[in-house]
Each structure stands twice: as C-alpha cells, then as structure tokens.
C-alpha cells in the first residue's frame, strides 16, 4: 500500500471513530441472563407481600 493511501485510510478510520462516539446511542444495555432472573425475582416478591 502506498503511503498516501495508508495516511488516507488512518485519517478516515480516525473520523469515523469520532463520528461513532458523537452518534445517539439507541442500544439497549446489555443484562445478563442472571441479572435478568433477580430483576424479575424483585418484583414478584413486592407483589407477594402486598397481596
């Protein structure tokens, strides 16, 4: 690869990185299989005891 090809490719890498960190983040955060058994643990016991 020549070097003005390579210097192209690092600058335009480096923008879309930039870019990726400024854009809106609509992934949810990812939870665990094990976290999502006592999340859903939780509120069961709350209905439990006010039932």
């Known amino acids: 690869m020549n070097r003005r090809k390579k210097g192209n490719q ?3 890498s ?3 990185k930039a870019k990726a960190k400024l854009a809106p ?3 949810p955060k990812y939870i ?3 976290e999502q058994a006592k999340l859903a643990e939780i ?3 709350h ?3 006010e039932g």
Do not use: E, F, G
């Open 47 to 49: 209905t439990v005891s």
């Open 43 to 45: 509120p069961d016991q």
């Open 14 to 16: 480096r923008i879309k």
């Open 25 to 27: 983040k609509n992934k």
């Open 10 to 12: 690092i600058l335009k």
């Open 32 to 34: 665990s299989k094990a």
